[in-house]
Each structure stands twice: as C-alpha cells, then as structure tokens.
T-cell receptor, first 117, second 116 residues
Framework: AQKITQTQPGMFVQEKEAVTLDCTYDTSDQSYGLFWYKQPSSGEMIFLIY??????QNATEGRYSLNFQKARKSANLVISASQLGDSAMYFC??????????????FGQGTELSVKP | ETGVTQTPRHLVMGMTNKKSLKCEQHLGHNAMYWYKQSAKKPLELMFVYNFKEQTENNSVPSRFSPECPNSSHLFLHLHTLQPEDSALYLC???????????????FGQGTRLTVV
C-alpha cells in the first residue's frame, strides 16, 4: 500500500505567486515525522521543512510552510512568493517508528514544479 | 569537506563489469542509507545501516552488495547488473536519537549509473 501519495505529477505557478503541493500519507503509528525535499536538476535532495505528528503548530521555514491536517492525514507544502529558482521536483517523505529502527524515510512520487516568469 | 559526498558522479558500466559506489559523510551521523531513483518513479529505499549494522534490505537483488566499514563510509558494490538498473543512486545519512523523529536525512548528489 502506498504510504505517501502526491497526486500532482506537475504544477505550474507564476513567479511571485503562492503554490500548494499536495501530500497525503498513511500510517498507523502515533509518532511520525513528515518532511519535504526539493530536488533540482542537479540531483541533490535538499531538505526544506519538517512537521512532527505531535506538533500543534504548522511548521514554517522562510517562504515554506506546511499545512498539516492530521485528521485528514495530509501535509501540503505551501511556497509563497515563488521564484524562478523554485523550479524543481518536490518530494514529500515520512519517517515512522520510534527508536533506532533504521529511521528510514519513505518518499512519495514527487511533483515537478515549474515557475513561469 | 562537509555534508555527504558521493563518488563517482557518473558511471557507465557493462553488464559483466564490477564496480563500486562510494559514499562518505562528514556529519558524525550514525545511520546511512542507499536509495535508488529511476526515471518517473519515487525514491526506493534499498539499504539502511544503523551504527554500521544493516537493519534493512528492501528485497534488493544480490547483484547489489552494500558495505559499511565504519559510520562515515558506505559502499555499494555492483556486479552483473542489468540495463534496468540504470538509475540515480543516492546516499543519505541521518542522526537517529531514539524517540526524536525530526532528524532529517542529508543526501549526497548521487551517482548517475548507466548499464550498457
């Protein structure tokens, strides 16, 4: 069963506008972490933002914010004031399980964001 | 050097060759990972090493053989690969601290492998 689902294979946004990238997840754990990564064409995965399952406030990091809706099991990424350099693949990921159990990250299929000038 | 370094960045190999991918992390982390990223597919977790011990092998074919000699180095030994093994191979590391879930994984830039 798919643990992380990103339903938008590709998205377009006008420069300086905001965009929301969708992510839903599936877990039976009470404690888990949700992450967003950016992957430019160079291939490197760049960490953007983290949300813990027990965090009551939505995470924010500069122009990135995470719209966390626990009951709906969604963790959408919002990018405000889009810039041309934001064009990249964006991946949602989840870490579940407590303790030193490998701490593996499971990734979604990704969304390719294109920012138009 | 800082972060996670992978070598080589690009590799072309024949199906009968033997090669190795190398990953080195300078972050003092205790867990390292190999991921495979094929075109149009999500990242697939291959192997997890926790304190140099392999804790996960995600049904990876035996033609991929990982090695973790110490907590800073991770290798992926390749032999008799198939063309469908062509992909971007990403190494990552993180610091696992028990109950805390917020330790992100830091990734290298990957090795783009082409099997001919």
């Amino acid at each position: 069963a798919q643990k992380i689902t990103q339903t938008q294979p590709g998205m377009f946004v006008q420069e300086k506008e905001a965009v929301t990238l969708d992510c839903t997840y599936d877990t039976s754990d009470q404690s888990y972490g949700l992450f967003w990564y950016k992957q430019p064409s160079s291939g490197e995965m760049i960490f953007l933002i983290y949300q813990g399952s027990y965090d009551e406030q939505n995470a924010t990091e500069g122009r990135y914010s995470l719209n966390f809706q626990k009951a709906r099991k969604s963790a959408n990424l919002v990018i405000s004031a889009s810039q041309l350099g934001d064009s990249a693949m964006y991946f949602c990921a989840m870490r579940e399980g407590l303790g030193n159990q490998g701490g593996k990250l499971i990734f979604g299929q990704g969304t390719e964001l294109s920012v138009k000038p | 050097e800082t972060g996670v370094t992978q070598t080589p960045r690009h590799l072309v190999m024949g199906m009968t060759n033997k090669k190795s991918l190398k990953c080195e992390q300078h972050l003092g982390h205790n867990a390292m990972y190999w991921y495979k990223q094929s075109a149009k597919k999500p990242l697939e977790l291959m192997f997890v090493y926790n304190f140099k011990e392999q804790t996960e092998n995600n049904s990876v074919p035996s033609r991929f053989s990982p090695e973790c000699p110490n907590s800073s180095h991770l290798f992926l030994h390749l032999h008799t690969l198939q063309p469908e093994d062509s992909a971007l191979y990403l190494c990552a590391s993180s610091q696992l601290t028990g109950r805390l879930m917020n330790t992100e994984a830091f990734f290298g830039q990957g090795t783009r492998l082409t099997v001919v």
